[in-house]
């Protein structure tokens, strides 16, 4: 069973920086599609951002792009989300996603789920 274990969450100013880590274990993700999804206070859990297994794909929400870059490292087992210009509508719970196929990830779609870290984005 695939488990996945974020870390890397916290509180920010607005326009600052953060980067997520999510570390996987129970087998190797390097053949699975992983990504984040978020859920802020009182809406809709949002999909984020996904990346194919090798890499080579990515997708990210409309609200994000330009701001967030994700990345995945096979050897290390993990996947990364870095998010820079943060407004305090980023402020969410962020969670390690990862799904059997990219179009499902890109679907919100999600086989696998993390047990989330928080993000608060306030002066």
Aim: aromatic share 10%.
């Amino acid at each position: 069973q695939l488990q996945l274990v974020e870390s890397g969450g916290g509180l920010v100013q607005p326009g600052g920086s953060l980067r997520l880590s999510c570390a996987g274990s129970g087998f190797t993700l390097r053949y699975i599609t992983l990504g984040w999804s978020r859920q802020a206070p009182g809406k809709e859990r949002e999909g984020v951002s996904c990346i194919s297994d090798n890499g080579g794909r990515t997708q990210y929400a409309e609200s994000v792009k330009g701001r967030f870059t994700i990345s995945r490292d096979n050897a290390q087992n993990t996947v990364y989300l870095q998010m820079n210009d943060l407004k305090p509508e980023d402020t969410a719970v962020y969670y390690c996603v990862a799904s059997w196929g990219f179009s499902h990830c890109a679907g919100d779609e999600y086989d696998y789920w993390g047990q989330g870290t928080q993000v608060t984005v306030s002066s």
